[in-house]
């Protein structure tokens, strides 16, 4: 937990939250966000994404917006909610306070802006 | 890319509960087959741990905690509809459809039933082998019974309690707050239940019991006052009953003659059971021969009241339309007066 009451996220979670604030994503759209977000650290499989989901969408983070079929495949569009806007910006602000504060302590040049 | 891939991505989904895969298990399958290169012959044994770890925290994730299993335990055995909190509903949705739920419901609903053999088997001087596989057939007679006639009434119950349709899916949340969850029980089948009640239950126990030489004085009291229950209850259905109008709120079973023959047989098999429990019973506690007769009697006396009503209103009436929490529905009075549903935290959500 933050010192601002927001609970802390997980690297997945928060990634896939961001990648959802740019806009509606269907899975594979995610995984690939996810990946150029954290420069390829992170590669989501369709089981840690679909659970993350699933928890996402029972918190009232995330919603399903619609379903498509492409190719015989079922595609569904995630959405960040209202909530889960808050609290990803919540989150992105608290890890930009902690970047900003680790730069000044180990003096590395040019600091964070 | 082969098949075989996509046969192996659905394996390993079988991992997930049962109600994650219905309501992801296609996209997993395809974000699976997209992150694939397309001459992949199998999943990537990364692909397949991610599988298998995600599927096991969805399966822990997804347990309700001890607290909901025993409510649910207690509910199921002891009559009543089980109901959980919100969280936990479409994981009961996803169990109360699936195909042999309402068999466990039938074995789960009679295991009371199963303590007097056992207690034959394991006291001594109480029975023995020959009593106990007679309660067992007696027994299995009563959860077949339960299953075929009983089941799936109750699975639809269940779903309409906490929020759901027949389909196992979640209702308008204009049609929670009204539904109401009823039991409807046809003549058709109950008839020849309470005659096969009544012959087994009333004819077993004196029988067994004059045998054992164990027909004590009469309690004349306890008579009197199980007497005055019984007419108390018949009155009180009775005054139901001349309420009910000729409007039929459900459509009644089909008739069939197995279904008949099989309510009969179960009928006997729980009479059996009854009857020899009151037998047991009397050599410890004394009750006198009347009170084994009570109960069939009633029942004769239940069966000839509801057909009389039949006969007044020109439809079929269940024994179960004499107490007002069981059938609601069959009272002509305005929806806004009906009982209210249960409340609390445990009410399907209205909005």
């Given at each position: 937990?933050?010192?601002?009451?927001?609970?802390?996220?997980?690297?997945?979670?928060?990634?896939?939250?961001?990648?959802?604030?740019?806009?509606?994503?269907?899975?594979?759209?995610?995984?690939?966000?996810?990946?150029?977000?954290?420069?390829?650290?992170?590669?989501l499989g369709a089981g840690t994404l679909y659970g993350a989901l699933d928890r996402l969408v029972d918190e009232g983070l995330v919603t399903a917006t619609r379903t498509e079929t492409v190719d015989g495949r079922l595609r569904r569009y995630y959405a960040l909610t209202e909530q889960g806007g808050t609290a990803v910006r919540a989150e992105t602000r608290h890890r930009l306070s902690v970047a900003r504060t680790a730069a000044a302590q180990l003096g590395i040049a040019g600091g964070m802006a | 890319m082969t098949r075989t891939v996509e046969q192996q991505a659905r394996r390993y989904l079988r991992i997930f509960p049962r109600w994650m895969r219905a309501e992801r298990g296609e996209e997993a399958v395809g974000l699976t087959l997209d992150q694939l290169s397309p001459d992949a012959t199998r999943l990537p044994a990364g692909t397949r741990l991610d599988l298998i770890r995600a599927g096991l925290h969805a399966r822990r994730r997804g347990t309700p905690p001890p607290s909901v299993w025993s409510r649910l335990t207690y509910q199921t055995v002891f009559r009543s509809d089980p109901v959980v909190p919100s969280a936990w509903r479409p994981w009961l949705a996803s169990v109360i459809t699936t195909r042999w739920i309402t068999a466990a419901y039938a074995v789960h609903r009679t295991l009371p039933f199963l303590v007097a053999p056992i207690m034959q088997l394991v006291l001594p001087g109480t029975g023995g082998r020959s009593l106990a596989a007679f309660f067992a057939i007696g027994y299995v007679a009563a959860v077949v019974g339960l299953w075929a006639f009983g089941g799936e009434r109750w699975r639809q119950r269940v779903l309409l309690a906490n929020g759901f349709g027949a389909d196992g899916r979640p209702l308008p949340p204009d049609q929670v707050g009204r539904s109401w969850s009823r039991q409807t029980m046809p003549n058709t089948w109950t008839v020849p239940a309470l005659v096969g009640f009544v012959l087994a239950g009333g004819g077993y126990a004196p029988v067994a019991w004059f045998q054992a030489d164990r027909v004590e004085r009469a309690n004349v009291l306890?008579?009197?006052?199980?007497?005055?229950?019984?007419?108390?209850g018949l009155a009180t259905g009775r005054r139901r009953l001349d309420r009910l109008?000729?409007?039929?709120?459900?459509?009644?079973?089909?008739?069939?003659?197995?279904?008949?023959l099989l309510s009969l047989a179960s009928g006997a098999g729980l009479g059996l059971i009854w009857s020899w429990l009151v037998a047991f019973a009397a050599e410890f506690i004394g009750l006198p021969l009347v009170v084994v007769w009570l109960p069939p009697a009633a029942a004769l006396a239940v069966v000839v009241l509801v057909r009389r009503t039949e006969g007044r209103i020109g439809r079929r009436v269940g024994e179960w339309d004499l107490h007002p929490a069981w059938a609601p529905q069959l009272v002509q009075r305005p929806v806004d007066q009906l009982p209210a549903p249960p409340s609390g935290p445990s009410t399907p959500a209205l909005g």
């Amino acid at each position: 937990m933050h010192d601002d009451g927001v609970a802390a996220m997980r690297e997945p979670t928060y990634l896939i939250l961001v990648a959802l604030g740019a806009g509606e994503r269907h899975g594979y759209g995610i995984t690939q966000d996810v990946a150029d977000l954290s420069e390829g650290a992170v590669k989501l499989g369709a089981g840690t994404l679909y659970g993350a989901l699933d928890r996402l969408v029972d918190e009232g983070l995330v919603t399903a917006t619609r379903t498509e079929t492409v190719d015989g495949r079922l595609r569904r569009y995630y959405a960040l909610t209202e909530q889960g806007g808050t609290a990803v910006r919540a989150e992105t602000r608290h890890r930009l306070s902690v970047a900003r504060t680790a730069a000044a302590q180990l003096g590395i040049a040019g600091g964070m802006a | 890319m082969t098949r075989t891939v996509e046969q192996q991505a659905r394996r390993y989904l079988r991992i997930f509960p049962r109600w994650m895969r219905a309501e992801r298990g296609e996209e997993a399958v395809g974000l699976t087959l997209d992150q694939l290169s397309p001459d992949a012959t199998r999943l990537p044994a990364g692909t397949r741990l991610d599988l298998i770890r995600a599927g096991l925290h969805a399966r822990r994730r997804g347990t309700p905690p001890p607290s909901v299993w025993s409510r649910l335990t207690y509910q199921t055995v002891f009559r009543s509809d089980p109901v959980v909190p919100s969280a936990w509903r479409p994981w009961l949705a996803s169990v109360i459809t699936t195909r042999w739920i309402t068999a466990a419901y039938a074995v789960h609903r009679t295991l009371p039933f199963l303590v007097a053999p056992i207690m034959q088997l394991v006291l001594p001087g109480t029975g023995g082998r020959s009593l106990a596989a007679f309660f067992a057939i007696g027994y299995v007679a009563a959860v077949v019974g339960l299953w075929a006639f009983g089941g799936e009434r109750w699975r639809q119950r269940v779903l309409l309690a906490n929020g759901f349709g027949a389909d196992g899916r979640p209702l308008p949340p204009d049609q929670v707050g009204r539904s109401w969850s009823r039991q409807t029980m046809p003549n058709t089948w109950t008839v020849p239940a309470l005659v096969g009640f009544v012959l087994a239950g009333g004819g077993y126990a004196p029988v067994a019991w004059f045998q054992a030489d164990r027909v004590e004085r009469a309690n004349v009291l306890l008579v009197a006052t199980v007497l005055a229950l019984v007419a108390w209850g018949l009155a009180t259905g009775r005054r139901r009953l001349d309420r009910l109008g000729p409007a039929p709120a459900v459509s009644p079973a089909s008739d069939g003659r197995v279904r008949n023959l099989l309510s009969l047989a179960s009928g006997a098999g729980l009479g059996l059971i009854w009857s020899w429990l009151v037998a047991f019973a009397a050599e410890f506690i004394g009750l006198p021969l009347v009170v084994v007769w009570l109960p069939p009697a009633a029942a004769l006396a239940v069966v000839v009241l509801v057909r009389r009503t039949e006969g007044r209103i020109g439809r079929r009436v269940g024994e179960w339309d004499l107490h007002p929490a069981w059938a609601p529905q069959l009272v002509q009075r305005p929806v806004d007066q009906l009982p209210a549903p249960p409340s609390g935290p445990s009410t399907p959500a209205l909005g």
